[in-house]
DNA sequence: CTGAAAGCGCTTACAG
DNA sequence: CTGAAAGCGCTTACAG
């Protein structure tokens, strides 16, 4: 029995003894060194995390106000900035800076990432937060051996099982949209959605196809269309839709800039909206308000999403349990110039 | 004769060597003892500087990749995210780092303005990049004392002799503006501008002036409103100009943003554009593409001015002599649906 | 995959 | 005031 020693910082070394294994080996631990066994790994992890261990690099970032590194795929939208402006604020409120990137989307996932995680690391990065982005079980690998939080906004696919994710209730406002076109009369509704595998294009095109069958209305063959978040694609889109046999007389689109897509190739096939065709898209940003016609769009809180990702992430980075690993707010149907009866 | 050493970081040790003395007596220098002799501290002194050594303290902050700090006034606008990619894509190529800021506008510049230059000294800072916003003559005292690199965009009043700035041709985009209404046969030709003192408002106001006075033209009596940057002035500014005895037949606007609201309040009053009313933008940021009728306006080339904006700054960091206070990127205008000859 | 041994750069305590 | 010696916390190179 031996009487509690004075707390000091703990030391590698007493980490060391603590787990039973040698200094050099909680060195690999901390450093994310891949050549660990994995039971080895775990047993010093739980060790350093009780006692409170900080290696060098964490402890000379520390002293200064936390750093949040932010990956968005691209900046230059309206759903980013106000993204941004939300994880600006939250950043401010908690005295936390944030550094901005462009995740590299060109390379796939692998060495790479690995360097990505070690240099956060070693810059005293308190986490990540990855915007409209894939992540995948060896992201989570990289960040979780480094015990570096991560929380993904909108991810592009399904995080791994213990990932946080932040969004909107995509699945209702989808239902919504829809529902809202079935009430002005609409039958014939198309959907022009982002990329496929996205999750949250997923939620939006079943929360449409729940309202549709609900009602019990089946979508024609060619309704359903994918592709990016962007205005080509609603442009490229309502091509595809025009050519069919039967046209739809509604679009649902995943997005505001999908939506203009839609609208500037309307006008400039000479195809009225709301008259000719109803509109609906997502996102409720800036766009949606400005476009002619204002289009009808389920809008989604950005900033609120952009300060409550900053300030979960900062939670976790703070060791603080979380009760959810998705937290999702509410979407709301916003009802502008850009749909109409069906005539 | 001794060959060159394989050039690396000078440690300590070698400093001792260097100087002659022993390694705890160079230890007590860099870290500012008092027991040491000022014969021994300043030839100490002398070899540090020679060799370039750095302190543990000072390496934390310098070993990683350089950090340059953007304070933005807003970050939710077509123009701050043009400007925001082209900066990360210069850091990219760098290799830097961004830490993005919005300016506490709201407070006036004072003790606080030290703290900030203080805590960016603290962090080592490469620097500061001021977007769209005031930089005064206490701004640079804080920054220069602390030898802070700063590099202002498109400065909100003309900053002190010797900060760098970055903008676009504003006098010629303005001068091209009002040309190109003039030779559609406008005369009554009005301006809507940002806030009046702003550098940029005022070389475009008086290129706009210039093509004028240069046509035999002169200006109307409340042809010329000033506002803010943003769709509002443009509502209140076109409101202020329909209420004059003469009514104007074209407008420039000092922004895509203003004009974007102008042509809300026109549509809102049921005046045409452009057959009622000609108008030109400035920006040429994806609202003047987006909108309808599609906005004639001048083109900044935001993205490469945010490149050049970061270049020049870790020029300044790295002690290069610059060839020029201010860079400024040409303009041009690109004509869209918005402008008609005068019927 | 593990750890004894050697080493790194720096600091401390203290004898002179 | 100075510096030989011991020590700190950590990392590296490498034998097993």
Redesign the pocket.
């Known amino acids: 029995m031996s009487l509690a020693p004075p707390t ?9 003894r603590l787990t ?9 631990v ?2 994310g ?9 775990a047993k010093v992890l739980a060790a350093l995390e009780e006692a409170g ?5 964490h ?1 000379r970032n520390s002293d200064g106000p936390q750093t949040v590194e932010v990956a968005f795929d691209s900046v230059t939208s309206n759903y980013s900035s106000a993204l941004l402006d939300g994880i600006l604020e939250g950043a401010a409120e908690a005295g936390a800076e944030i550094v901005v990137g462009i995740s590299g989307s060109s390379r796939g996932p692998g060495a790479d990432l690995d360097r990505k995680a070690r240099r956060m690391v070693d810059e005293g990065r308190a986490g990540l937060i990855v915007v409209t982005s894939a992540f995948t079980p060896s992201h989570l690998a990289a960040f979780r051996r480094r015990r570096l939080p991560v929380v993904v906004v909108d991810p592009l696919n399904p995080p791994p099982a213990g990932v946080v994710s932040v969004g909107a209730t995509n699945w209702s406002g989808g239902r919504a949209a829809a529902e809202h076109l079935l009430d002005l009369g609409h039958e014939r509704i198309a959907y022009l959605g982002g990329p496929e595998s996205a999750e949250c294009n997923q939620a939006r095109l079943h929360g449409y196809l729940s309202a549709l069958m609900s009602r019990g209305i089946s979508v024609e063959a060619g309704y359903v269309i994918h592709g990016r978040f962007r205005a080509e694609s609603g442009i490229s889109g309502l091509t595809a839709l025009l050519a069919l046999e039967k046209a739809p007389t509604a679009i649902f689109a995943g997005s505001d800039a999908i939506a203009v897509g839609v609208l500037r190739e309307a006008r400039h096939r000479g195809i009225r909206v709301p008259e000719d065709l109803s509109l609906v898209g997502f996102d409720g940003t800036a766009l949606a308000e400005d476009s002619v016609p204002a289009l009808t769009s389920v809008a989604q809180p950005l900033q609120d999403m952009g300060r409550i990702a900053l300030r979960t992430l900062l939670r976790q980075s703070r060791g603080e349990q979380l009760d959810s690993h998705r937290v999702e707010l509410a979407t709301q149907l916003v009802v502008r110039e850009s749909t109409a009866p069906l005539s």
Chains 1, 2 share one sequence.
């Open positions: 000091r910082k703990p030391t590698l070394a007493a980490i060391a039973g294994v040698s200094a050099p080996t909680v060195s690999k901390v450093n060194r891949g050549d660990v066994a994995e039971g080895t790994r261990y900080e290696s060098p690099a402890r």
